[in-house]
C-alpha cells in the first residue's frame, strides 16, 4: 500500500522542498511562515484567499512511512489541530489491540466493583474522581483510567513503545511540543452501551500537550468514535460552536493524534454487544505537563474519601 498524502504536486516550492526532505526546515510552522514571508513579498497589497485545510486522513505504508506522508501528517496536526493515521496492515498488531481490550475491560469492571464496595455509590449512575478511574458525568457511562500505574499489564507499555514509533516521528515534525518531547501519562477510556454524546470540549488549556490515540477496535457511528473540530486548537479560531465536527472512525490499530486544546468530544455508544476501550498516551513539551485531568485524587484504595 502506498503512502497517500494528497495534494503534495500542489505545494509552493517551500513547502514541496520541505515534504520532500530537501529542505530542513525545524518544522511545518516555520515552512508555512517562510510561505507566508514570500507571498507577502510578491504581491503585498493582493489579499489571498485562505490555502485548503490539509487532509486529516493520512494513509501509511506501515511503520516505517516515507518522509512526505509524515510531513503531510504533521501538516494535519499542526493546522488541523489533529490526524488520523492510518495502514493496511494496522499501525499496531490486531493480537496486542485485542490484549489492552481485553485488560481494559476486565480492569475497569475490576475498579468500578472497588468503588461501589468502597464508597457506596452507583457507579453507573454517580460521577466520582480517583487516581486510577475517573466517571465524570453522572450516567456518562464513559470511564477513564490510567494505565500506567504501579502493576499494569505489560501490554500497555507494549502499546505504548508501537505507537510511539510512528507518533513521535510526526509530532516532532509538527512543531506543536518545543523543547523536547516526554511522555506525561498512559490511559484507556472505555464507553459502555448506552453511552451518551459527551459535550465538545478539550482536554485541556494550554499549549505544549498532544494526546495519542490507538483504537483498539473498530470504532464508527454505532459504538461511539471520537468527534473532532478542525482549528479550534488556534488561539484566533473563530466561534468553535459553528465548526462543524470530523468523526474519526478508525479501524482496530489505527492512531489518531489531536492537541490537548482541539475540541472534541466522544459519540454515543449504541450498540449493546460490548464495551468501547480506545487506548491513549499524552506526550508533553519540555516542562509541561497535563495536570487537568488527573490532578490531586486520592486513591480508590485509600481510607480517605475520594472525590464524588
Known sequence: MEDGVGGVDDLPDELLAFVTCKTAPRSFAEALALERARAAADKPDEPRPPPPPPSYRIALSGTSPSCAAVDAAARSLAQNGFVILESDPPLIEPELCARCAEDAVAECERLLAEVGRRRGINVYEKRFYSREICHRVDRGLRYD???????????????????????????????????????????????????????????????????????????????????????????????????????????????????????????????????????????????VHDTHNFGGYDSVFDSADFKT
Not at 472505555?190 to 505544549?208: L, N, V
Open 145 to 287: 483510567m490510567r494505565v500506567d500505574l504501579p502493576g499494569a499489564s505489560p501490554c500497555w507499555a507494549e502499546l505504548r513503545r508501537a505507537s510511539e514509533r510512528i507518533a513521535l516521528r510526526v509530532i516532532e515534525r509538527s512543531g506543536l511540543l518545543a523543547g523536547g518531547v516526554h511522555v506525561d501519562m498512559q490511559g484507556c477510556v472505555t464507553s459502555f452501551p448506552s453511552a451518551c454524546d459527551q459535550h465538545f470540549h478539550p482536554d485541556g488549556p494550554s499549549r505544549g500537550l498532544v494526546n495519542c490515540f490507538v483504537a483498539l477496535v473498530d470504532v464508527d457511528d454505532t459504538n461511539g468514535s471520537t468527534e473532532l473540530k478542525p482549528g479550534t486548537h488556534a488561539n484566533d479560531c473563530p466561534d468553535v460552536e459553528r465548526v462543524p465536527g470530523v468523526p474519526a472512525n478508525m479501524r482496530a490499530g489505527s492512531v489518531l493524534l489531536f492537541d490537548f486544546r482541539t475540541h472534541h468530544r466522544g459519540r454515543a455508544h449504541r450498540r449493546s454487544d460490548a464495551p468501547r476501550p480506545v487506548a491513549y498516551t499524552v506526550f508533553g513539551a519540555a516542562g
